[in-house]
């Protein structure tokens, strides 16, 4: 039993150590006050992108 709450812990503390900050760049980006600049960018890349279908 204690080992299971052992690998339990472990599992937790590994996944809070590596997803905490692709979450706080997440909770940051979609604020809205960033919200125009990744617009722009994403409008950029949209607009820019060649076409993969020549005719």
């Known amino acids: 039993m204690f ?3 052992f690998f339990v812990l472990l ?3 590994l996944t809070y150590w590596i997803f905490e ?3 706080s760049f997440l ?5 809205i006050r ?3 600049i990744v617009a722009l960018i994403s409008l950029f ?3 820019s ?3 993969i279908e020549k005719n």
Do not use: D, M, R, T
């Not at 909770?27 to 604020?31: D, T």
């Open 3 to 5: 080992l299971l709450l």
């Open 11 to 13: 599992i937790q503390s």
């Open 21 to 23: 900050p692709l979450a």
């Open 27 to 31: 909770q940051y980006v979609l604020e």
């Open 34 to 36: 960033a919200f125009p």
């Open 45 to 47: 890349f949209l607009f």
């Open 49 to 51: 992108a060649k076409n």
